[in-house]
């Protein structure tokens, strides 16, 4: 079965006993909150939401030491392959299968950080398994039509404010994403996106049908 890993702030990893192994937006060099050694987290695929610093991350390291392929916006893997990495450049709306299933690129309301990008979010296919991450965002009426189009297992959404959606917010985007379960990251990191993941937990178990799961770095969820 899928195991999710919180790795702090923004990043994930995903993963299935002799499958591929998938990490989203590897901030973990000056990240307070990260859980492990960068030399201890390994991929295959790298899925990076936009090019600020606490998302693209150490994607580039990575990428080379463990030859991985980064999957992102034309920009961002442009800019990978110029730097002599494997990379598999989408834009929003498409979807490309891949070994594990299916990567689309969604909508995301955020900067790009990147020349004449956009930032974006990712409905993953993983062997059956429906994971939408929505990377830094705002709420828009829109997520409707994601959780229309593909029938999610598990949501993940930002809930620090300032940057992205507070807990309010994204406790909508969960009831317009109707995802089986719910995920909150983007938040404790520093001060200024200090949110109580349990506010946003009673909110969404109050107010949607999803369940919510509070993960601390470190922590696995199996799905």
Same mark, same amino acid.
């Given at each position: 079965m899928p195991v999710l890993t919180f790795l702090g702030h923004a990043a994930f990893r995903l993963r299935d006993k002799g499958k591929e192994t998938l990490l989203f937006d590897p901030y973990i060099t000056g990240n307070p909150q990260a859980p492990m050694? *960068?030399?201890e987290i390994g991929a295959d695929y790298i899925l990076v939401s936009h090019a600020h610093f606490d998302h693209l991350g150490d994607t580039y390291e990575i990428a080379k030491r463990e030859e991985a392929? &980064? &999957?992102s916006t034309a920009e961002i893997a442009g800019q990978a392959g110029e730097?002599? *990495?494997a990379a598999h450049g989408q834009h929003l709306g498409g979807r490309h299968q891949f070994q594990f299933g299916s990567v689309k690129l969604t909508l995301a309301f955020h900067g790009s950080g990147i020349p004449g990008g956009h930032a974006c979010g990712f409905v993953v296919d993983y062997y059956g398994k429906? &994971?939408?991450f929505a990377g830094d965002t705002a709420l828009f009426s829109?997520?409707?039509l994601i959780g229309e189009l593909d029938s999610l297992d598990l949501a993940l959404l930002p809930i620090g404010d300032n940057f992205t959606m507070g807990i309010d917010d994204a406790v909508m985007a969960a009831s317009f994403l109707q995802a089986r379960e719910v995920i909150p990251f983007h938040y404790n990191t520093w001060p200024l996106i200090e949110a109580d993941p349990e506010e946003f937990k009673k909110k969404v178990e109050d107010k949607t049908g999803s369940k919510c799961i509070v993960l601390s770095p470190g922590e696995?969820? &199996?799905f």
């Open positions: 050694k *960068l030399e392929t &980064i &999957i730097n002599g *990495l429906k &994971i939408y829109d997520m409707k696995q969820h &199996i």
